[in-house]
């Protein structure tokens, strides 16, 4: 069965560090990894997706995300963080159409 | 841009009451799904929804809960007989349906009904 494992509860970092949020998944096939954000009292915005191809992934916001089969990881990564990005994040895995969730991390930026 | 919309955004109820959320999902769109997120807990699938039936459903949607598209654009989930455990924010999504199927699509996620039962 597919699941989705996101290591990190809670992270902080200084505005202006870099960030990576870990995903690990766990799928019989060829998996459909999503990265979605939720700021509070807010749904779900997808920042990026992959399904085949370039297994480094641009989304929106300047976050990208990288698919490596070996070690079935999907990280998310900023270069540089904003106060704004502040939220949680989900990353989810889909199947036939019923995603999976990871837990999500809670980001906080830090001044 | 289109965006799929809920109401309403906060609906409370007692303890074995019915409710019904509502969903329209963006126009063109020929997937539906519903999810759900008990506070402080994962984002969980319930259900989908292709060409006028449930196409895939979790553990968790069991009898309590049913879905209709009961016009062109509506989109909803019935609980027959809430329960306090039944409290939670419940998102709506939909998808375009152009990708092959479900499988590939990208799920466009409404702004959630928070459902309290007391």
């Known amino acids: 069965a597919q699941s989705v494992t996101q290591p990190d509860i809670h992270i902080t970092v200084s505005e202006g560090a870099s960030l990576e949020l870990r995903c690990n998944y766990s799928?019989?096939?060829?998996?459909?990894l999503f990265w979605y954000v939720q700021s509070p009292g807010q749904g779900l915005q997808l920042l990026l997706k992959?399904?085949?191809?370039?297994?480094l992934v641009q989304g929106i916001k300047g976050f990208e995300a990288e698919f490596k089969r070996s070690q079935s990881s999907f990280n998310l990564r900023k270069p540089s963080v904003h106060w704004s990005d502040a939220a949680e994040y989900f990353c989810?895995?889909?199947?036939?159409?019923?995603?999976?969730f990871g837990a999500g991390t809670r980001l906080t930026v830090k001044p | 841009e289109p965006e799929v919309t809920q109401t309403p955004s906060h609906q409370v109820t007692q303890m074995g009451q019915e409710v019904i959320l509502r969903c329209v999902p963006i126009?063109?769109?020929?997937?539906f799904y519903w999810y759900r997120q008990i506070l402080g807990q994962k984002v969980e699938f319930l259900v989908s929804f292709y060409n006028n039936e449930i196409s895939e459903k979790s553990e968790i949607f069991d009898d309590q809960f049913s879905v209709e598209r009961p016009d062109g654009s509506n989109f909803t989930l019935k609980i027959r007989s809430t329960k306090l455990e039944d409290s939670a924010m419940y998102f709506c999504?939909?998808?375009?349906?152009?990708?092959?199927?479900?499988?590939?699509?990208?799920?466009?996620f409404g702004p959630g009904t928070r459902l309290t039962v007391l």
């Open positions: 999504a939909s998808s375009p349906g152009t990708s092959g199927g479900a499988r590939t699509d990208t799920q466009y």
């Open positions: 992959y399904f085949s191809g370039d297994t």
């Open positions: 799928y019989g096939a060829t998996p459909y």
């Open positions: 989810a895995v889909g199947a036939y159409g019923d995603m999976r």
């Open positions: 126009s063109n769109h020929l997937y």
